[in-house]
């Protein structure tokens, strides 16, 4: 990879070229496909990671636009005065215009430099993605990845106290109402099934028709039976499986 | 309305070949298949758009050509939706399957409720949103991560201002960004593992629009008199709490695959971790041990939209074999291509665990 990156380095003097940063097996080729000059392939096997030859690339920012992981990026030097041009997928909602200054990130988000930028183009079908064009200073332009408006992430949180002590009573089934402390309380009482619990504390037996607690239940009985998810098996699925007024069902319609 | 002899009440009933429940990628790919063959097909969504998953998903797919790789999820359930109904199968959205019974009889639900009988069903109806109780988890704020993105790309509704996610998979990569895209804060991504669910380049996306990921994180409890306000999360390296302030909680937990008609038709169901949970057992061409009765794409085991269309086509050629509108040649060509591709598409390490539990189903699971 560092030797492709060189590569992509030394070809970008004489035209744009894609960096295409995409290592993992991810069953993807739309940047083979997109590619009218052979530069990158996939081959047979979907899930190999792309294998690119910058020497092939003319820079068309086909692959850019169409890449779904949004990891391929055009580097231009050709302007030769320590300054790059990098092209960026953008597919944010709001307004982004030319001349304006936005920062460059890295891979991880943290911010390189303030670049310029000097070029948008839409591409990629009928439903096109942005390519933002910034231009930097070229040292640090083998790692952008990305543009944003802010500089700092808005992730905060604060400490609070250690011992923080976490309720029992809330609901395990929210359409019945049937906290955790009453199916514990049940579970005490030696009820060993599905069956059991729903019967006696009506957990499952609401709307949604036990689909979001009976993972938890299964799990919590689990717990004092020792049995697989297999063994403690699902709810007895009954029609209707999903709500309907009877109404409709004695033939009244509306 | 009818009512017998005995002032019995009697339902309107209908026949068909081939049913699809569910108009995801692979009902409608399995529907495809089968009426492309002659064959009377309908295919039944309770949504009123064709598309399933897809008609939510504003990002570029991965996949091949013949997933429609490279173009947005809702570009794809609009070509699916269309090539099935060239095809000439009828497609009736706004239909909620009701009942899938023992003697093979659908109860369904449109402008009226009627039992629909076809000599095949294929069971395509996905899979749903995991969720987990923990303190808080009612209030209004808390939801889905799916849930959240079908408001903000369905329906252009912002749940929130700012939200914080639960699960770094690819949902929860894919969903934070696009909250980011439609104009809302991400505070962060709690991840309770040491590292992150999804795709390296879905996380670098999100990392770039300086969204934090806080890996060993567990959500503890949401706070809020009247919706959410804050969320606490116990960083386990430390063991200290952290309270984040955020209106929106988005659970991106997994999903479960969704075949409770496939229950009730007596179906073996079995537990396979690796592809979601309980699952109709089948053999590796879609069938379950059940005659007539297929299942395909996240409802068999949860994956990807490019494997539920495979999938789909592969149960719609097994029950075009079964039905003998197939030669078993025609039919055994096809199902090669399909299981090669299928194949491919679950080759690289985040695939491989779940081709090898779909193997072990084909394999020896069948008898218990
Ligand atoms: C946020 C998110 C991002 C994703 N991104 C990708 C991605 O980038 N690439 C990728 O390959 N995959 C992606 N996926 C996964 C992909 O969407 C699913 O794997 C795929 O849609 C599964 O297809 P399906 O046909 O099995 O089910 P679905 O698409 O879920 O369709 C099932 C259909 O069945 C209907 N149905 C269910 N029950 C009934 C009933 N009783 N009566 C009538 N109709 C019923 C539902 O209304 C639904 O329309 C993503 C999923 C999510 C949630
Ligand atoms: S920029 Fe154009 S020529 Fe270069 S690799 Fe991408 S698609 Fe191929
Ligand atoms: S299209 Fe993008 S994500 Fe897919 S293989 Fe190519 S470079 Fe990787």
């Known amino acids: 990879m560092k030797g492709d990156w060189e590569k992509v380095w030394e070809e970008a003097r004489e035209r744009p070229v894609a960096l295409v940063d995409c290592r993992q097996e991810i069953p993807c080729n739309p940047c083979e496909e997109a590619c009218r000059k052979g530069a990158i392939r996939v081959g047979e096997d979907l899930c190999s990671a792309p294998v690119y030859d910058p020497g092939r690339c003319d820079g068309c920012g086909r692959c850019v636009a169409l890449c779904p992981g949004m990891a391929i990026f055009l580097l231009d030097r050709r302007g030769g005065d320590g300054q790059a041009e990098v092209t960026v997928p953008w597919e944010m909602c709001g307004e982004i215009v030319e001349g304006e200054r936005i920062w460059a990130v890295d891979g991880k988000g943290k911010v390189l430099t303030e670049g310029k930028v000097v070029k948008i183009k839409w591409m990629g079908g009928r439903w096109p993605t942005r390519l933002v064009t910034i231009r930097i200073p070229e040292e640090r332009a083998l790692k952008v990845r990305g543009v944003r408006f802010r500089e700092n992430s808005v992730g905060s949180s604060e400490e609070v106290d250690q011992e923080y002590d976490l309720p029992e009573d809330y609901p395990v089934c929210r359409c019945e109402d049937v906290s955790r402390e009453e199916v514990l309380k049940f579970l005490k009482m030696g009820l060993r099934s599905l069956t059991a619990l729903r019967r006696s504390s009506r957990v499952g037996l609401g709307y949604c028709q036990g689909i979001y607690c009976q993972e938890q239940l299964r799990k919590e009985l689990g717990m004092v039976t020792r049995r697989s998810e297999e063994e403690t098996g699902m709810f007895k699925v009954r029609p209707p499986v999903r709500p309907v007024k009877l109404g409709r069902l004695g033939g009244v319609n509306g | ?368």
């Open chain 2, 1 to 368: 309305m009818d009512t017998g002899q005995e002032g019995r009440m009697r339902l309107p009933e209908e026949s068909c070949t081939l049913v699809a429940v569910g108009a995801g990628p692979a009902g409608l790919c399995a529907a495809r298949e089968a009426a492309a063959c002659g064959v009377r097909t309908t295919v039944l969504d309770e949504n009123d758009k064709g598309g399933g998953q897809l008609i939510k998903q504003i990002h570029r797919f991965f996949g091949s050509r013949e997933h429609g790789a490279g173009k947005r999820g809702f570009e794809i359930a609009l070509e699916l939706a269309e090539d099935c109904a060239n095809a000439g199968a009828e497609i009736r959205l706004n239909h909620r399957v009701l009942g899938f019974f023992e003697d093979g009889r659908l109860l369904v639900e449109g402008d009226f409720i009627y039992v629909l009988e076809a000599k095949a069903v294929v069971l395509a109806t996905g899979a749903l949103e995991r969720s987990f109780p923990f303190p808080g988890w009612t209030l209004p704020g808390v939801m889905g991560a799916g849930a959240a993105q079908t408001l903000v790309n369905v329906h252009g509704v912002l749940p929130g201002k700012r939200a914080v996610l639960v699960g770094s998979g690819n949902v929860g990569l894919i969903v934070a960004y696009q909250l980011l895209q439609a104009g809302m804060e991400v505070v962060g991504i709690l991840e309770v593992e040491d590292r992150v669910g999804g795709y390296e380049v879905h996380e670098s996306r999100v990392r770039r629009e300086g969204v934090p990921i806080y890996l060993r994180h567990r959500l503890l409890a949401v706070e809020g008199l009247e919706g959410v306000e804050a969320v606490l999360a116990k960083d386990l390296e430390k063991g200290t709490v952290k309270r984040f302030h955020a209106d929106t909680l988005c659970l991106a937990v997994g999903m479960i695959p969704q075949a409770e008609l496939a229950s009730m038709r007596g179906c073996r169901m079995v537990f396979v971790r690796e592809l979601g949970g309980f699952i109709p057992w089948h053999d590796g061409d879609m069938r379950t041990d059940r005659p007539g009765v297929y299942v395909a794409g996240d409802a068999a085991g949860v994956e990807e939209a490019s494997i539920a269309m495979d999938e789909g086509r592969l149960a719609g050629v097994a029950a075009l074999e079964d039905l003998g509108a197939l030669s078993p040649n025609e039919a055994r060509k096809r199902k090669e291509e399909l299981k090669r591709r299928l194949n491919l598409l679950r080759g690289g390490a985040a695939g491989r665990p779940r081709a090898m539990a779909k193997e072990r189903l084909a394999a020896g699971w069948r008898h218990r």
